[in-house]
């Protein structure tokens, strides 16, 4: 949500439509983190922006929401899988092992 309020200020340029590269520019705004007025590259064919944030992160940055929001794409469709329910249902698929009792663990000392 923070990301799609960001990406609503940011100025997207197309680049290439064959290859999906856009600049994006953000303004200058002294009240955020970042401070704004820089200039990011977006690929959406390779997934990469260079801010590298859609990369640390696995969900889209707010330039690539800016993108997606000019041209028309779903956002959603660049969020990695490992986000999904499906895949947080198989974390929890395997049988976790009861702990046993605390006194019965090995001592640290001794191993």
Not at 29 to 52: A, S
Request: proline letters at 7%; charged letters at 25%; a positive charge.
């Amino acid at each position: 949500m923070r990301n799609k309020v960001k990406a609503e200020h940011h100025r997207v340029t197309r680049l290439s439509a064959q290859q999906q590269s856009y600049q994006v520019d953000t303004p200058h705004n002294p009240g955020t983190t970042g401070h704004g007025d820089y200039t990011h590259g977006v690929n959406l064919l390779q997934r990469t922006c260079t801010c590298k944030k859609w990369k640390l992160y696995k969900i889209p940055c707010s330039h690539v929401i800016a993108v997606c929001i000019k041209y028309r794409h779903d956002a959603e469709q660049y969020i990695d899988p490992c986000y999904s329910v499906d895949a947080l249902f198989r974390s929890y698929a395997p049988v976790f092992p009861v702990l046993k009792d605390r006194l019965s663990w090995p001592d640290p000392k001794e191993t």
